[in-house]
């Protein structure tokens, strides 16, 4: 596990990333926040294998599916991912936003529009029907990059503690 917020979820053109970004960078010199965007202008095939690395082993992983785009695969990806990664290592924190409505653009096209939002409505409800202590689901990007910060700072105190005390890690 690294002690690392990945920054997944929806892309395109969003602009979500910017202030958690921006947030991360400003305390990065005091708290040492490391994070992964993997949201670049140019991204490539080959750029897969550095996003499933952190996913499968960041120890915080943020999920947006906000409503700037349809997100069928990013809603499709959002549970499948994280019932995965937990098996992988339940130490880890997913913390989930999923927005129950969509852009006005968006509703043109209303046999996508409906898809999603059917989507939208079960993949929320399985993910509290979970109940798993290391899954937060929030209703802001404010409330996620709260829960983001806070999570960051217990896996980072615990990784000291670690390195510190268990000559086995």
Known sequence: MKTC????????????????IECFEARGMKDG???FNPQVEDWSPVMAKAEARHLAEDSVICVPVTGG??????????????????????????????????????????K??????????????????LRLASVYIVNTLDEM???????????KMLEESRRRWNPHE
């Open 112 to 129: 996508l529009a409906r898809e999603s939002l059917h989507i939208r409505a079960l993949v929320s409800q399985h993910l509290e029907m």
């Open 5 to 20: 917020i990945g920054l997944f979820g929806t892309c395109g053109k969003s602009t979500w990333r910017r202030a958690f």
């Open 69 to 110: 785009s349809y997100s069928l695969g990013s809603l499709a990806e959002t549970g499948f991912s994280i019932i995965q990664a937990m098996r992988l290592d339940d130490r880890r924190d997913f913390i989930v936003l999923i927005d129950q409505y969509l852009d006005d653009e968006l509703m043109e096209n209303e």
């Open 33 to 35: 926040i490391d994070f």
């Open 145 to 155: 990059l709260e829960v983001s910060l806070a999570c960051f700072g217990a896996h």
